[in-house]
Nanobody, 125 residues
Framework: VQLQASGGGLVQAGGSLRLSCAASGRTFKAYVTGWFRQAPGKERELAAG????????YYADSVKGRFTISRDNAKNTVYLQMISLRPEDTAVYFCAAYYSDWGVVNTAQQTYNYWGQGTLVTVSS
């Protein structure tokens, strides 16, 4: 499966952005999908993840209450709605996926074997 991330940009603190991760190549329905982010000089971290059904989601503590992950399997797309953005949210955001029909989200980066290119989110203060 090929993943294409989009939607990044420059936004002021307190603003909002919605990222999209479009999948192609095969049906996306049975894939757990996550949004990872990597800030300059920091390790890549999982910001949010969603099960194949959309019934289960994971959020890092730093984004809880501000980010919402969702998916539309009919469109083979996963979204990350980000509100109340902070300068510390500045990072390159990557979508990634792995095949699983379990209803849980694995937070280990090595579990994700399909990766899209990153999209840069810059939050100015």
């Amino acid at each position: 499966v090929q993943l294409q991330a989009s939607g990044g940009g420059l936004v002021q603190a307190g603003g909002s952005l919605r990222l999209s991760c479009a999948a192609s190549g095969r049906t996306f329905k049975a894939y757990v999908t996550g949004w990872f982010r990597q800030a300059p000089g920091k390790e890549r971290e999982l910001a949010a993840g969603i099960s194949w059904s959309g019934n289960s989601a994971y959020y890092a503590d730093s984004v809880k209450g501000r980010f919402t992950i969702s998916r539309d399997n009919a469109k083979n797309t996963v979204y990350l709605q980000m509100i109340s953005l902070r300068p510390e949210d500045t990072a390159v955001y990557f979508c990634a996926a792995y095949y699983s029909d379990w209803g849980v989200v694995n937070t280990a980066q090595q579990t994700y074997n399909y990766w899209g290119q990153g999209t840069l989110v810059t939050v100015s203060s």
